[in-house]
């Protein structure tokens, strides 16, 4: 039971109070001095006989003590960065973690391999690590740090240990039993809220990839008629002796429109694409999250009831109780503070990236 | 120019109106009839207002119009109608003619048409035209009478003139390719600017989704929400300000497209100075032929070959009264033949100079006329990437506040 022994090692002393526990997971509002420098990049395919694959190198630089050295470089391919996921999402049930870039994007557009793939990819990897990095819990995760320094036989060793697939395999049963089982009873206002929340949000984020996708398509459509456009311009002057020289001219600045348009869908599939993918991924994660969290909640409900039934073994079940209640209590309280963290961060990204798209359409305009 | 009907008189196609009515076949049809109103300008004293005529016309008057001075002036490069269909429309635009910014944007055409017409130097003068501002009944009529249909040339002559015509004058061969050149570029491009305006339209309409979900999102958000409802509210002052950019620019497509339908107007004027010249050819051919005939007969000899030298060698030889009397015909038709040739020589060099002149005028004004659409043009481009930096500059300060 890992989240307990975490809670442990932090504060000896029993009882927790609640109020302490939620200091320790806040977000400090001083910015943070970086001690972590992550970069993922270099991809580079290999052929096997069974299969092919991309790694990626991924350079750590750091001046924390705990690591060994200052500089590190590994490669890793993408089955790793799903199983540090999944390390991290066993570590710390009900704390927000980033999301990876889907498998397979079955839009039909990109190819598996093709260049434009394998850097959007990288690109949300490298996002994912940083943004680890940057979370005050995960980014201490003993994990994280062998993903981050281990060679590669070294971690393939490591990753055989941990629970194993059974394991695993309970987890998820009891997650869908639970969820089958409805709203949970005793669910705190606070997370309702959040739910309720998260519904709308996860709706309207999707609705607002789907039309900065559209937006997109209907840009490139408006350039590829406008290439046209500028040549029938000077084919026209070639006919004509007076207006030649204007004709020219205009086909001059139809010319440079295009180039302008071709910065702004730049701009938009560097930008707001990305982060609105991102989010999108994130409210599933949300969801994903809160569910874990009312399992938690139910274990400790199921008990409670049980002991309501079982008058005889009070004691040994109010133990166990307590022990339920603390972890649902730490898991609702990292899931608040992280929830506050996340929201300031979608906050913020938000609001950098619209007005960076609102730049960038002044650019646009202004040339 | 100082004598211009369009000094003397100002001339409006104010209105449009939908009509029902009988056509030549009694069956009942639906058109639409055009006012026109004109008032003479005088100098005006104690700023008297002269009085207003007006009168209603529809299209196909326009058109009988149209077609009259078409064959009365051959040698004019006659204004053109607005499009009978609507073309090159992107997708907002109906391809109807009973739709109502359709039939708006005929009048303005039809408007155009009159006043230039009424500002040419020779045509303005022709009394059909006048009659055709200012007299409602009976004008059809009078326009049969003049009998100008049968002074149309056919398809089909001109057609076979200009494969067969040998010595054009070679500056109308270089118009006729220029105005071959012109349809053809200026056709193309207002098919992309078509294109070009659908796809802008998307651009700006998809945006003005934004509006909607932004607005929908604030709703939940506590220190968002209020940047986000402001930003939402420009995406859908953006989004709305593309109906008006285009419809402007469907103006400037209208300007660009009156010279289209111009190239035709030059093409007529080259095709009749081939059907000239080929008549001219050919009569020239005809004389040479009937004076060797003559001389053939005079001298005795037969240079050509011909069916009744052969049957008169064989059966027997005219008599010299026989021959006599030929060469006299022969005698009065070259007569003629000469004369006619004369005065065909004369008709064509006279409507080559005048057709030049007015060709000349017609350069000039286009020249100027199209420098003013593309000027037009880059200002339109100008404004609509001023209203652009408005709208994103307030949504940048929206979302700055987010």
């Known amino acids: ?367 | 120019m100082e004598d211009c009907l369009a000094r003397k008189m100002e001339i409006t196609v104010s209105e449009a109106e939908k009509r029902t009515g009988r056509n030549a076949m009694n069956m009942q049809e639906t058109y639409t009839a055009y006012l026109i109103e004109t008032r003479a300008v005088e100098s005006q004293s104690e700023g008297q207002c002269a009085p207003v005529d007006s009168l209603w016309r529809r299209y196909s008057e326009f058109e009988l119009l149209r077609n009259y001075l078409s064959v009365t002036y051959p040698h004019i490069v006659v204004p053109p109608l607005p499009e009978k269909r609507a073309d090159f429309v992107w997708h907002k635009l109906s391809a109807d003619n009973m739709d109502p910014d359709f039939v708006e944007r005929r009048r303005i055409g039809l408007e155009n048409f009159l006043l230039r017409v009424a500002s040419h130097p020779v045509l303005c003068q022709d009394k059909i035209f006048y009659s055709f501002l200012t007299q409602e009944g009976g004008w059809k009529e009078m326009v049969n009478e003049t009998g100008f249909q049968l002074k149309a040339d056919s398809r089909l002559k001109a057609l076979n003139a200009t494969f067969r015509v040998k010595n054009p004058d070679k500056r109308f061969t270089e118009l006729k390719h220029y105005s071959d050149e012109l349809q053809s570029v200026i056709s193309h491009l207002l098919r992309v600017r078509a294109r070009v305006a659908d796809r802008l339209y998307g651009v700006y309409k998809v945006h003005g989704n934004y509006g909607r979900v932004f607005s929908e999102w604030s709703a939940i958000e506590k220190e968002m929400g209020d940047g986000l409802q402001s930003a939402g509210h420009h995406m859908d002052v953006y989004a709305a300000s593309i109906d008006d950019i285009l419809e402007e620019e469907e103006h400037y497509a209208d300007q660009l497209k009156e010279y289209l339908f111009y190239a035709e107007a030059l093409r007529a004027v080259c095709r009749k100075h081939e059907l000239m010249q080929y008549d001219l050819e050919m009569a020239a051919q005809d004389l040479a032929s009937k004076k060797q005939q003559c001389e053939e007969l005079a001298t005795g000899t037969v240079r050509t070959f011909s069916l009744k030298g052969m049957t008169s060698k064989l059966f027997g030889q005219e008599t010299p009264e026989q021959r006599e009397a030929k060469i006299k015909v022969l005698e009065e038709q070259i007569q003629e033949g000469e004369e006619q040739l004369k005065s065909k020589n004369l008709e064509g060099r006279d409507f080559v100079k005048s057709a030049w002149a007015d060709i000349e005028r017609f350069k000039e004004q286009k020249n100027h006329d199209l420098k003013e659409a593309l000027i037009s043009y880059a200002v339109m481009q100008i404004s609509m990437c001023k209203k652009g930096i408005q709208v994103w500059t307030n949504a940048k300060e929206c979302f700055s506040k987010m």
Request: one cysteine or more; charged letters at 30%.
């Open chain 1, 1 to 367: 039971d890992t989240s307990l022994a975490e809670v442990n090692s932090l504060s000896p002393s029993m009882p927790i109070s609640p109020s302490s526990m939620i200091n320790q997971y806040k977000f400090e509002d001083e910015p943070e001095i970086r001690d972590l420098f992550i970069t993922v990049d270099d991809p580079e395919s290999h052929i096997t006989a069974i299969e092919t694959f991309i790694t990626y190198r991924v350079v750590t630089k750091t001046s924390r003590g705990e690591f060994d050295s200052s500089e590190y470089e590994v490669r890793r391919r993408y089955q790793d960065f799903l199983w540090l996921k999944s390390k991290l999402e066993e570590a710390h049930p009900t704390l927000i973690i980033p999301p990876l870039p889907e498998k397979f994007i079955m839009k039909g557009m990109v190819e598996r391999f093709s260049d434009e793939f394998i850097e959007t990819r990288r690109k949300a990897l490298h996002k994912f690590l940083n943004r680890i990095a940057d979370h005050p819990t995960l980014t201490f995760n003993e994990d994280f740090k062998i993903f981050l320094t281990a060679q590669a036989w070294e971690l393939s060793s490591h990753k055989k240990q941990g629970p194993g697939l059974l394991s695993r395999m309970g987890q998820t049963v009891r997650a869908v039993a639970s969820s089958v089982r409805g709203a949970v009873k005793n669910r705190p206002e606070m997370f309702t809220e959040m739910n309720d929340y998260m519904e709308t949000f996860s709706q309207k984020i999707n609705v607002l990839d789907k039309i900065a996708h559209r937006i997109y398509k209907e840009e490139r459509d408006y350039f590829n008629e406008m290439k046209e456009y500028g040549p029938i311009h000077t084919l026209w002057s070639a006919s004509e002796e007076d207006i030649a020289e204007s004709l020219k001219g205009v086909a001059g600045c139809i010319d440079k429109c295009c180039k302008a348009t071709e910065k702004r869908m730049a701009g938009l599939s560097e930008n707001l694409l990305p982060i609105l993918h991102e989010y999108v991924l994130y409210s599933e994660i949300l969801m994903g999250v809160l569910k874990r969290r009312d399992q938690i909640q139910g274990e400790l409900d199921s008990k409670v009831d049980a002991l309501a039934n079982k008058k005889t073994e009070k004691d040994l079940f109010s133990e166990e109780i307590g022990k339920l209640e603390d972890k649902v209590e730490c898991a609702n309280n990292a899931l608040k503070a992280d929830w506050d963290r996340w929201k300031q961060n979608m906050q913020c990204d938000m609001r950098s990236t619209f007005t960076n798209v609102a730049e960038n359409n002044l650019r646009y305009y202004e040339e």
